[in-house]
């Protein structure tokens, strides 16, 4: 029995298998890359995209030769050899996956700039069979279902599509980002890539992802990067994708529905079934394609009704339109988040543990970013230059990037931006605007103290006066003097000094 690769070669080709499978953002990823690309290797420890970079590794060039060079000399020793060994064609397989994958790298990148073509028939479909034909046709993969060359084409444009929408959304250079990067991966390929392409892709939907963390951390762009990667079978018969992946992610932000509308708009409902129900609806939870997840954004909110209703879709993925009494399935996985405590919501009974356990089983943490500026304090730098490539052109955008860094290392040297990453961008506005920005007075408490309010609003504790008093000085609190808030209140300055209530202002700063 022969092998394709000689002990010589034999290593390389192993980590250039590997390498196919490997998370992109893990520490694997780095290790790999350093085995085979030897002296050209990375210097550093997480893949950084520099603001303005194209998304990809940046020794692409290099790792795809290196891919060619292998499955070209594997080809070359086929031809010498009469009888070759399985565990060479298993390796060959990983080492052509890989080349096959740069070799529509390209093509797929570019749908993605230009999203309109993601509907149309793929114009390179033929190229890469041809490609699948030279590579894998000929040799014992063919007839494997998860060599299929369609489902290879399906494989390499989810990839494609996971590495732009992970990579691009989470911004920074540290573990932490790295982690948060890799964990995204991991929920839409798990941690074992060869056995989800096996068959595991189909089952993908069935667990539920739940993404916690503090507010502004991107836990929004994390469910986004997920369901905008997922698995859509190819069809070869008329060229085209199954579905269009942008409308594979359908958000749905509980906390801005009225309670009363929300059953409607998750469920749907039937023509009459409620006043105003004038004609029947499809609710979110009508997907009509496993490809599709819904992000049910402030689960942690959810009314105890609608928690009984949703769980009953998660266990037999089933439900009914308000007043219908068909039974409809739900296709698709659940991607859900929030800025709450769960264990302490169960704790007070005003979150079902039946549920969390429905949703908990792939957990994703998004890390705060005083947490990332404490891991690396000059993360600060890169991130105002990510952000501000968001507003403006490179040349502009690296001048605003150093005005904030330099305004925000004076004057708030000790600011520990519990806004988190939103916060960093509304500074960076705020400094465009303005040339400063002003952090509330003390957020932490800001938070208690707004809740407390808001409560006895909610439950209408307030007479008219206290109410008045309270919402001036909330609004004097954000706007920093008293023309600026008689101005937004439509009234005097005086007013406002006399009418807002000087304690509740005191309890909105006093950093308590
Ligand atoms: N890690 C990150 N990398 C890049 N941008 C980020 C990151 N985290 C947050 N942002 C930006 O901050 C803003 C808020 O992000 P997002 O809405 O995803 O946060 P969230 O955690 O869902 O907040 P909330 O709990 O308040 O809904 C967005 O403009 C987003 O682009």
Redesign the pocket.
């Known amino acids: 029995m022969g092998s394709l690769f000689p002990a010589a070669a034999l290593a390389r080709a192993r980590a250039i298998g590997d390498l196919g499978y490997a998370n992109p953002f893990s520490e694997e990823r780095i290790r790999l890359e350093r085995l085979i690309l030897g002296d050209q290797a990375p210097a550093h420890d997480v893949w950084i995209m520099e603001p303005g970079q194209r998304d990809a590794s940046p020794h692409l060039a290099a790792l795809t030769r290196a891919g060619e060079d292998c499955i070209a000399a594997a080809l070359a020793r086929r031809a010498t050899l009469t009888d070759i060994d399985a565990d060479s064609w298993r390796l060959y397989g990983d080492v052509a996956m890989y080349v096959l994958y740069y070799r529509v790298e390209n093509p797929f990148f570019k749908i993605l700039i230009h999203p309109d073509s993601s509907s149309q028939r793929m114009p390179f479909w033929s190229g890469f069979r041809d490609d699948w034909r030279q590579l894998i046709g000929a040799t014992p993969l063919a007839d494997d279902p998860q060599f299929a060359p369609e489902h290879l084409f399906a494989l390499c444009f989810q990839i494609r599509r996971a590495f732009h929408f992970t990579y691009r959304?989470?911004?920074?250079t540290t573990r932490l980002?790295a982690q948060?990067r890799a964990d995204i991966w991991d929920s839409i390929f798990t941690h074992d890539l060869r056995r989800y392409r096996q068959g595991l892709f189909r089952r993908m939907y069935e667990i539920s992802t739940l993404v916690l963390?503090?507010?502004?951390?991107?836990?929004?762009?994390?469910a986004q990067a997920i369901g905008l990667s997922r698995y859509i079978p190819f069809n070869a018969s008329n060229g085209r994708f199954e579905a269009d992946y942008r409308h594979c992610h359908q958000p749905v932000h509980l906390a801005a529905l009225p309670a009363t509308l929300l059953e409607s708009e998750l469920f749907g409902h039937r023509k009459g079934a409620y006043t105003g129900a004038i004609s029947d609806r499809l609710g979110y939870l009508e997907t009509r394609h496993a490809a599709q997840t819904v992000f049910l954004?402030?689960v942690g909110e959810l009314p105890p009704e609608i928690q009984v209703k949703l769980l009953r879709v998660l266990q037999s993925r089933t439900f009914q339109r308000l007043g219908d009494n068909e039974t409809r399935e739900f296709h698709g996985k659940i991607v859900s988040?929030?800025?709450r405590d769960l264990g302490e919501a169960m704790r007070q009974g005003t979150f079902r543990e039946d549920l969390y356990y429905r949703l908990c089983s792939d957990q994703i943490r998004?890390p705060s970013l005083a947490m990332q500026l404490q891991e690396k304090p000059e993360e600060l730098e890169h991130l105002l230059q990510?952000?501000s490539l968001?507003l403006l052109e490179p040349e502009a955008a690296s001048g605003l990037a150093a005005e904030a860094s330099a305004w925000i290392r004076r004057h708030l040297p000790e600011h520990g931006w519990p806004g988190?990453?939103?916060e960093?961008?509304q500074c960076v506005r705020s400094i465009l605007v303005r040339g400063r920005y002003s952090p509330p007075a003390s957020p932490r408490r800001t938070t208690t103290v707004m809740e407390q309010w808001l409560e006895e609003v909610r439950t209408g504790a307030l007479d008219h006066e206290t109410m008045t008093g309270r919402y001036y000085a909330l609004v004097y609190a954000g706007c920093g003097s008293y023309e600026a808030a008689a101005r937004k209140l439509g009234t005097d300055w005086r007013t406002v000094k006399t009418r807002l209530d000087k304690a509740f202002l005191d309890s909105l700063g006093d950093g308590g």
Do not use: C, Q, W, Y
């Not at 959304?169 to 920074?172: C, E, S, T």
């Not at 963390?213 to 762009?221: D, M, Y």
């Open positions: 959304a989470i911004f920074g980002s948060l963390g503090p507010s502004g951390t991107g836990k929004e762009l994390v954004d402030e988040a929030t800025h998004t990510s952000v968001r988190n990453m939103r960093l961008e």
